[in-house]
C-alpha cells in the first residue's frame, strides 16, 4: 500500500458541485454507490443489488448531503472509518426503501425539482425516485460531475502516478513468465502477484475482449499485455505487446508506425487544445501510413470505472487543462488474424502547465522473445 495521506478534501468537493448546480439550475444531484459517491465521500457502498439496494449520496444546491445506504452496509462503513457526511439514514436489508427516499428528497426540498444523476445510472434507481417522489424530474448531471472529476490535484496526479509504477512491475514480470508452452492463466496469475507484491490494492490483466484460458503460447503468437494498476480507489490504464520470435514485417511496421504516432502525439499536448485535437493528430498519423485508428485515442483515468471524462475523441472541444490525466492509446488491429488484438501502446498522460508527461515509465521499444 501507498503511505500517502488519502485524506481528501471531499467536503470541499460537495461545495463546488453545489455551486455548479446553481450555475446550472438543478436543486440536487442523486449520486449512487460506485466511484462519484467516493469521490464526494471517501467512502462508498457495494454496487447493485437485486430487486435494488438503495445506496445513495444525495447533494441538494442549498444544505448538508444525506447518505443513504443499508443497515447491513452501515456496519462495514463504520468499520472503515465513516466519513464527513454527518447526515446518514439506513433501512434494514429487505424493507422497501422508497418511503425513506422520499422523505431525505422532500426534507432536502427535491420533491418536485429538477435532480441531476450520472448517466450510466441503473434503471431500477430511475425507478426508485419516481416512486419516492414522483414529481421529481431526473435529468443528467455528468456535465457537473465530469467537471470537477476530470481535474485532478496534486494527490490524486501522485496516486495514478504510483498506480502507474504497479504497471511497470506488471509489464517487468510479464517478460520475464512468457514462455512458449505455459498456460496464459499461470502467466496473468504472476502478473497479478508482481503487482499486488508492488502494492497495487487490486489489479487488472486482460487482453481485449477475452479472459485468461488455459491455452498455451506458441512461437509467434503476439502478446496484448493490457493492465490497471490501483493506488488509493485511482486506477491506471496501460499496454504494451509482447512478440514470440520475430515478428512480420507488416506487424513490425505497425509496431514502428504506432510508436511513432504516439510520440508526434504526445509533442502537441498542452493546455487549451481541443481534446478531439489529441484524437485528430493521432488518427491522421496512422491514416498517413495506411493505418486506421478505429478507437477513441484516449479516455481520463481516476476513480473510474476505467473510462471517465474527458473522452479524447472526434467531437470533443472540451479544451485541456493541466491536472487532466488520460490514456494516449494508438493503435491498429493487425491485418489477417489476430481480428481480436491490436497492435498499440497505452500511456498515462498528465497534462502540465507547459506541456504533457507520461506518467508510464516503461519502455515503448519493440519486445521480442526469442
Not at 85 to 109: F, H, N, S
Not at 249 to 278: D, F, H, M, N, S
Amino acid at each position: 500500500m501507498t503511505n500517502l495521506s488519502l485524506d481528501h478534501d471531499y467536503e470541499g468537493r460537495v461545495r463546488q458541485a453545489q455551486k455548479l448546480l446553481r450555475t446550472h439550475r438543478l436543486d440536487g444531484l442523486y449520486l449512487v454507490a460506485g466511484p462519484n459517491m467516493r469521490y464526494f465521500t471517501g467512502y462508498s457502498a457495494y454496487e447493485g443489488g437485486w430487486p435494488v439496494w438503495l445506496s445513495a449520496l444525495i447533494v441538494p444546491a442549498e444544505g448538508e448531503p444525506t447518505l443513504i445506504i443499508s443497515e447491513m452496509h452501515y456496519a462495514i462503513y463504520e468499520a472503515k472509518g465513516g466519513s464527513w457526511i454527518k447526515d446518514v439514514r439506513t433501512y434494514m436489508d429487505g424493507q422497501p426503501p422508497a418511503g425513506l427516499l422520499g422523505d431525505v428528497l422532500k426534507e432536502r426540498g427535491l420533491a418536485g425539482g429538477q435532480v441531476g444523476v450520472q448517466d450510466n445510472m441503473w434503471f431500477g434507481d430511475s425507478e426508485l425516485i419516481r416512486t419516492a417522489a414522483p414529481r421529481t424530474h431526473v435529468t443528467s448531471g455528468e456535465n457537473i460531475i465530469a467537471r470537477l472529476r476530470m481535474v485532478k490535484d496534486a494527490q490524486e496526479i501522485e496516486l495514478l502516478r504510483r498506480a502507474n509504477d504497479f504497471c511497470v512491475a506488471g509489464f517487468t514480470q510479464a517478460r520475464e513468465s512468457i514462455r512458449a508452452g505455459r498456460p496464459e492463466y499461470e502467466v496473468g496469475l504472476e502478473i497479478t502477484q508482481a503487482m499486488l507484491a508492488a502494492g497495487s490494492e487490486t489489479m487488472g490483466v486482460s487482453g481485449h475482449f477475452r479472459d485468461w484460458s488455459r491455452r498455451r503460447f506458441q512461437p509467434g503468437d503476439i502478446v496484448d499485455i493490457d493492465i490497471a494498476g490501483k493506488c488509493g480507489g485511482y486506477s491506471s490504464d496501460t499496454a504494451r505487446m509482447i512478440f514470440m520470435g520475430q515478428p512480420s514485417a507488416e506487424a513490425e511496421r505497425l509496431y514502428r508506425v504506432t510508436v511513432e504516432a504516439y510520440e508526434a502525439t504526445l509533442a502537441i499536448i498542452k493546455p487549451g487544445l481541443p481534446a478531439e485535437e489529441v484524437h485528430r493528430v493521432c488518427a491522421n498519423y496512422m491514416a498517413k501510413h495506411g493505418y486506421t485508428q478505429v478507437w477513441k485515442v484516449g479516455h481520463g483515468v481516476g476513480l473510474g470505472p476505467v473510462h471517465e471524462a474527458p473522452l479524447v475523441e472526434e467531437g470533443n472541444r472540451t479544451p485541456l487543462e493541466p491536472g487532466m490525466i488520460f490514456t494516449l492509446d494508438p493503435g491498429c488491429f493487425i491485418r489477417g488474424g489476430y481480428k481480436d488484438l491490436p497492435i498499440h501502446i497505452e500511456d498515462d498522460i498528465l497534462v502540465t502547465e507547459s506541456g504533457a508527461e507520461s506518467l508510464t515509465l516503461y519502455t515503448r521499444e519493440m519486445i521480442v522473445i526469442h
